[in-house]
């Protein structure tokens, strides 16, 4: 049973262009969602979040965000380059307890030049 | 530079053999996770500890166990290997701040 769905496994975009990425959540007491970008043989690396508390972060050409009512969050890069081409997961965590993130199961970017 | 790092970033071997995947960091965080990873899948939690002598078990059942005797130190260990245990295994900490998780590279494991 997935709480955290990345319903598009791969998504493919001109270089300029706006990349979406999108990610549903089903567990109500999610309060943090965190996107990881990952290359091929690395460990993921932190890239944005946002706190359930507000509906947009934004940090340079990275924004998400994030629809409680829709249990829905979105991560935009624009313009997208070459250099994202990367696997994108979407994490979410619940207050207390260990704050240990739930992982989608990713969404592999290319931009193409 | 602090960071976290795991060896080996590469193993092949054969069913049955014991092995051990190394993962410290240098940044002193106390609390330290292992995370299972097939292409296309979740990260999965199979490990993680809260501190020295602490340890627990994560959401995906694993026939791995997992030491912690010392802070920066979180090794990851398989007593028969088989094949199903092919995957990647990807170390993390975090510290103070819960959410700042820092990865390590990982270790792509491949039981032949």
């Known amino acids: 049973d997935q709480q955290v769905k990345q319903n598009s496994p791969s998504l493919s975009v001109q270089e300029g262009r706006i990349s979406i990425l999108n990610c549903d959540y089903t567990?109500?007491?999610?309060?943090?969602f965190l996107w990881y970008k990952k290359y091929p043989a690395e460990g993921p690396t932190f890239l944005i979040s946002?706190?359930?508390?507000?509906d947009k972060n934004e940090d340079g050409r990275f924004t998400v965000f994030l629809n409680k009512s829709a249990k829905h969050l979105s991560l935009h890069i624009v313009p997208s380059q070459p250099g994202d081409s990367a696997v994108y997961f979407c994490?979410?965590?619940?207050?207390?307890?260990?704050?240990?993130?739930?992982f989608g199961r990713g969404t592999s970017l290319i931009v193409h030049p | 530079e602090a960071d976290i790092y795991q060896t080996p970033r590469y193993l092949v071997i054969g069913t049955g053999k014991k092995i051990t995947l190394e993962c410290s960091q240098t940044?002193?965080?106390?609390?330290m996770y292992w995370y299972q990873q097939d292409p296309g899948m979740e990260l999965h939690l199979i490990h993680y500890?809260?501190?020295?002598?602490?340890?627990e078990k994560g959401d995906l059942s694993s026939e791995s166990t997992v030491s912690r005797i010392r802070t920066e130190h979180f090794p990851l260990t398989l007593e028969s290997a088989r094949p199903s245990h092919t995957s990647q295994y990807l170390c993390?900490?975090?510290?103070?701040?819960?959410?700042?998780?820092?990865f390590g590279s990982g270790t792509r494991l491949t039981v032949v």
């Open positions: 993390a900490s975090s510290g103070p701040n819960p959410y700042g998780y820092t």
């Open positions: 567990n109500s007491m999610f309060d943090y």
């Open positions: 946002i706190s359930s508390i507000k």
């Open positions: 994490a979410a965590s619940a207050p207390g307890g260990s704050y240990i993130p739930t």
């Open positions: 940044m002193g965080h106390d609390k």
């Open positions: 500890s809260y501190g020295v002598n602490s340890t």
